[in-house]
């Protein structure tokens, strides 16, 4: 009998693929006529085919739990979609009617729309329902090749709210095979409960985040850094209390106008700032100098008809590693195809195919605070996926057609989107 793949001197081997490794910090690493071999839940080995025998010949204790042929489809990194707002209830198909005969996202804000309006169905919903509409979403994402999923909280906004919601996170990441990073967002929007007292809204945030941390709730913790969100004085009160307990910071910053967030995120060692589109020089430098990574989101610039793109060549030529996600939210960014991001950041925001790659890869991962994915090397998780494309560049190209068939999570290949 085959000994299973989860024992501890199995090995899987996958060959005949075209790999696409992503190693280095530039271009593809591509292997052709290459092979891939795994053991529990990491990569033993990464090669070419021909170099296959060679090696296993040094392992006279391992056993082959099962030999694939690929037959010469494409391997990648498994995707990884480090920014959604996945766990909410309700939807703003209304807003965006009202969007689309004039009104603007900060009006409608103001007018106790937008984040308030889901925050409102997200209180009234069952946790059975929030558990299954965000459930059904990452099942999309899935089903496109995406094998580690960031969820921010941020529709709670009370401490019972936002346990619920972190704790529906968590849950996903125990069913579906893929791996959850949970990003607390207290200071989303001011609920209206404490309208007109901003200050003791964060108060209460910076009250609930170590209770939330104990649970074992809370990955990194964010903010959203803006005119219609909290100023950056009130951010840094909520980055301190994450400090205290040696949390990592994102920030949602400079997506509406320039609040100088970027620039205090990176003071506080931020895995990322996210969104951009106003970001400026100082901002930019500060960034670069503190190694956070500049995430983009070209399906929130899309949907809002912002017009504003962020400084994708000055990104680049200050060497600011780039992130894509997908921001899947019900407000700015109702999108669940990582991969129409992909083609969305090459034709709105001119990055090219490889840093949109590289965007959902290497550099996604880095945006989580992950260093053991994202590149298919050895000793980095077994994650990837098999594609039915000839170059890694048809990833950013195509739009409305998935290739991706099959996916590997840990090493263990699962139906994307099946709980486990
Ligand atoms: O990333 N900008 C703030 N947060 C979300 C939008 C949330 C909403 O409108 O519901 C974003 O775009
Ligand atoms: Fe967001």
Redesign the pocket.
Known sequence: MNPSPESSNAITIWRNARIATLSGTSGWGLIDDGALVTQGDVLQWVGSVADLPAHISKFADLQVAADHDLQGALVTPGLIDC?T?LV?GGH?AQEFEMRLQGAS?EEI?RAGG??RS?VAATRAATDAHLLSSATARASSLMTEGVTTLEIKS??GLSEADEARCLRIAREIGATLPLTVKTTFLGA?ALPPEFAGRAEDYIAAVCDWLPRLHAQGLVDAVDA?C?NI?FTSKQTQRVFEAARALSLPVKL?AE?LSDQGGAALAAQYGALSC??LEYLSESGMAAMARAGTVAVM?PG?YYFLRDTHQPPIARLRARNVPMAIAS?H?????PGLSLLLMLNMACTLFRMTPEEAVRGVTVNAAKALGLSDRGQLLAAKRADFCVWELDHPNELAYWFGRNACSRAVYGGQERNPGVPR
């Open positions: 920014h707002h909410y703003r996202y804000s937008g984040i889901t941020g529709y989303h959203f803006e969100g949602h997506q996210d969104h989101l929130a921001d939210n019900p407000g700015t960014s």
